[in-house]
């Protein structure tokens, strides 16, 4: 499932009650449990603990505002969900993904481009600050 060919609408991006796991953003159906991609390409991972529902909510309003379509436009959205982080997680795709990347706040943002990762922003402050940039990278990437 790809989840970056259609943007993102103006309501309806926001964090539900999840089970563990990763979830790929659909306009139409909105968050699908589904696997990660084994190479990301346009990717942007958004690394959540499960009661850190109002720091997602926070975080996704902040990017839908600033990026203005081009988020589901040029990158794959993908939601990855832990109870805390990789030490605390039955779902073995998140847990391996929070491990990979090495998460130790939440929220997290780990964005490919080009099948590089070429930001990562940790914790609500860091992520804030870092916010014009990231959309600006995000906005020239070119959907694959």
Not at 24 to 48: C, H, M, V
Request: aromatic share 6%.
């Amino acid at each position: 499932m790809t989840a970056g060919s259609t943007i993102l609408a103006s309501t309806g991006l926001a964090c539900p009650e999840h089970n563990e796991g990763v979830f790929a953003y659909d306009p139409q159906r909105g968050w699908i449990r589904t696997s990660p991609p084994e190479k990301p390409e346009n990717t942007l991972f958004i690394f959540i603990n499960i009661f850190c529902r109002h720091a997602c909510n926070e975080l996704l309003n902040r990017l839908r505002e600033k990026a203005r379509g081009s988020l589901g436009r040029n990158v794959e959205i993908y939601l990855v969900v832990c109870t805390r982080f990789h030490k605390v997680c039955s779902d073995a795709a998140a847990e391996s993904l929070f491990h990979t990347h090495d998460i130790i706040a939440s929220p997290a943002i780990v964005l490919y481009l080009g099948g590089r990762q070429v930001v990562k922003l940790q914790g609500s402050l860091r992520i804030e600050r870092e916010l014009d940039k990231l959309v600006s990278m995000i906005s020239l990437a070119r959907a694959h």
